[in-house]
T-cell receptor, first 113, second 116 residues
């Protein structure tokens, strides 16, 4: 089945630790995105990548980093510089920069203790 | 700037009631408009979309019409079911030369609860 997978579904980390969230897609999509969801605030864009080896900051990139070494994969690292990392993180992809429909993965809930 | 405003919830309806969730937008270009649905603990699923003025998106009994004159994209369903209970997000993205800016702009979401 084609789709977007995120792992793990739940993640717990101690304050001050970096943590990497996985996002993989087998849809052959060029563009991939990371969003953060907080209660009552909708979704906010962290980073996006339109093509392999290229990515752009979104609205709330501070304290996060990404890489795009393969078309299928777009991992997000939440660093210790992120002041309030506890949130629900959603990965999405779209066919290319012209096709605007984004499809979402199931999400990872990160809790920092 | 570009933004999406949708009615605040929660919205509680009885089964078979008529649903309207209001959504208005502000955009500097020519947006495409979307409704996404999120069931508890899950990611977002695309519900419907419209890419130009007067287009009507529809899916699973839900409809929304792109109204440029009122900058609106209200979601409607004639008869809701318990299984429609979820959070609904209105969103826009802008198509510029060379394609999308790569940024879906979301409303804050409206929680719908349907009681039997």
């Amino acid at each position: 089945d084609g789709g977007i997978t995120q792992s793990p579904k739940y993640l717990f980390r101690k304050e001050g630790q970096n943590v990497t969230l996985s996002c993989e897609q087998n849809l052959n999509h060029d563009a991939m995105y990371w969003y953060r969801q907080d209660p009552g605030q909708g979704l906010r864009l962290i980073y996006y990548s339109q093509i392999v080896n290229d990515f752009q900051k979104g609205d709330i990139a501070e304290g996060y980093s990404v890489s795009r070494e393969k078309k299928e994969s777009f991992p997000l690292t939440v660093t210790s510089a992120q002041k309030n990392p506890t949130a629900f993180y959603l990965c999405a992809s779209s066919i290319d920069r012209v096709t605007d429909t984004q499809y979402f993965g199931p999400g990872t809930r990160l809790t920092v203790l | 700037g570009n933004s999406v405003t949708q009615m605040e919830g929660p919205v509680t309806l009885s089964e078979e009631a008529f649903l309207t969730i209001n959504c208005t937008y502000t955009a500097t270009g020519y947006p495409s408009l979307f409704w996404y649905v999120q069931y508890p603990g899950e990611g977002l699923q695309l519900l419907l979309k419209a890419t130009k003025a007067d287009d009507k998106g529809s899916n699973k009994g839900f409809e929304a019409t792109y109204r440029k004159e009122t900058t609106s994209f209200h979601l409607e369903k004639g008869s809701v079911q318990v299984s429609d209970s979820a959070v609904y997000f209105c969103a826009l993205t802008l198509i510029n030369y060379g394609g999308s800016q790569g940024n879906l702009i979301f409303g804050k979401g409206t929680k719908l609860s349907v009681k039997p």
